[in-house]
């Protein structure tokens, strides 16, 4: 059968762009994240989607649509904006957020914690933990539930923990943990 009479799903499961959350967990998140989150919705939800839907209405304006590459794009375009914009939205009512600088000064690894350790091999590394929707391991975040962050939470600087790799269990060293400065309120 031709592509060309296949429906193309619309289904909820494509919503998850991400990894999903470990069931039974909160989705935590850092403020900065749960803004930029918020942020990316609103803009979806007042700019992206109605400067498509003009588009859309313009060019099925036009006729024929069945070979109309504006309306053809613009319709799969609105489906990718409205699968982003549920996703967005499960995840914010549900996501906990939690300020990293409330243990600003503390010696302990907890979710939002940015960790200096060292390997067996004497290789010095530096981790942020945070949400699974906000971390960026190009920029050396982790998310909480990853095999480092969980070997490193609750740890303390100068603590070996155990880390569980591919490879085997290796002896990790927490060298520093440092934790974002409390914002002053404005009066």
Do not use: C
Not at 12 to 22: H, Q, V, Y
Not at 56 to 74: K, P, Q, T
């Amino acid at each position: 059968m031709s592509k060309a009479f296949t429906r193309e799903t619309d289904g909820e499961d494509d919503d998850l762009t991400l990894p999903p959350l470990p069931a039974g967990s909160k989705n935590y998140i850092t403020p900065q994240g749960y803004a930029v989150l918020r942020d990316e919705l609103f803009d979806l939800i007042d700019n992206e989607r109605p400067r498509i839907v003009e588009i859309v209405h313009w060019a099925a304006s036009n006729g024929d649509r069945s070979e109309n590459g504006d309306y053809l794009y613009g319709k799969k375009r609105l489906r990718e904006i409205d699968r982003r914009i549920r996703f967005l939205t499960k995840r914010l009512e549900i996501a906990e957020i939690t300020d990293p600088s409330n243990h600003h000064g503390k010696d302990q690894v907890f979710f939002g914690a940015t960790v200096t350790y060292v390997d067996e091999a004497d290789i010095e590394r530096t981790v942020t933990i945070l949400g699974i929707d906000e971390a960026d391991s190009l920029k050396g975040q982790v998310t909480w539930v990853s095999p480092i962050a969980r070997a490193l939470l609750k740890a303390r600087e100068g603590d070996v923990v155990k880390l569980v790799t591919p490879v085997g269990v290796q002896d990790v060293e927490v060298v520093e943990v440092r934790y974002p400065a409390p914002v002053a309120e404005k009066t």
